[in-house]
């Protein structure tokens, strides 16, 4: 597609329920990665995939976050047992690994925790 | 792991006038340094980059600095218009083809006419 994708737009769900949200990235981008946006909390960073490495999870915030990228393409952010705190906005980059930096972020999703 | 701070948190200046941002960062290793600018409601997008290698780079109104030495970096903005109001991003990372990268909080620049 012409850019990044994010799916849902938005999601509300009741505490400890499980979320999966849906990223798909510019095609042929070989990063692609996960940010959590809370407000005045900026850009926090979550997990970074590169190509056929194994990703880089070191910003996952508990055991209830984990996410997969299959393909090499599209990724799903799978939050378990959501808690309030969990509730912001959820967006995806991807990067096109040819060494610009640059990375082109989604509409991202937003999670409200009831 | 790389830890960003950004200030001020928000900055209010009237149109025509000059904005600067400044963030300082920890982690010797990184080595570019992006920001992005935010408006309502809208994705983040990178406005201007810049590598350990150089000290300085403009783009029409938008220049930024870095002082590797300090571990700090600024965004100069220079002739403010109200389309400039957003929330501004700082950025460090390392890496080659790809970057980790690490965010500041943000500043919620305001342009009143």
């Known amino acids: 597609g012409a850019g990044v994708s994010q799916s849902p737009s938005n999601k509300v769900t009741e505490k400890g329920k499980d979320v999966e949200l849906r990223c798909d990235p510019i095609?042929?981008?070989?990063?692609l990665y996960w940010y959590r946006q809370s407000l005045g909390q900026g850009l926090e960073f979550l997990i970074y995939f590169q190509g056929n490495s194994a990703p880089d999870k070191s910003g996952l915030p508990s055991d209830r976050f984990s996410a997969e990228r299959t393909g090499g393409s599209v990724s799903t952010l799978t939050i378990q047992r959501t808690q309030q705190e969990d509730s912001a906005v959820y967006l995806c980059a991807s990067s096109s690994g040819q060494g610009t930096g640059e990375l082109f972020f989604g509409e991202g999703s937003r999670l409200t925790v009831l | 792991g790389e830890n960003v701070e950004q200030h001020p948190s928000t900055l209010s200046v009237q149109e025509g006038d000059s904005a600067v941002i400044k963030c300082t960062y920890s982690?010797?290793?990184?080595?570019?340094f992006p920001w992005y600018k935010q408006e309502l409601g809208k994705r983040p997008q990178l406005i201007i980059d810049?590598?350990?290698?150089?000290g300085e780079k403009k783009d029409q109104r938008i220049a930024v600095t870095l002082n590797k030495t300090a571990k700090h970096f600024s965004l100069h903005i220079t002739e403010t218009q109200p389309e400039d109001s957003a929330v501004y991003f700082c950025a460090a990372g390392y890496g080659g083809s790809n970057y980790k990268l690490t965010f500041g909080k943000g500043t919620l620049l305001t342009v009143n006419p």
């Open positions: 982690d010797s290793a990184s080595n570019y």
């Open positions: 810049i590598r350990s290698n150089v």
């Open positions: 095609s042929g981008h070989t990063a």
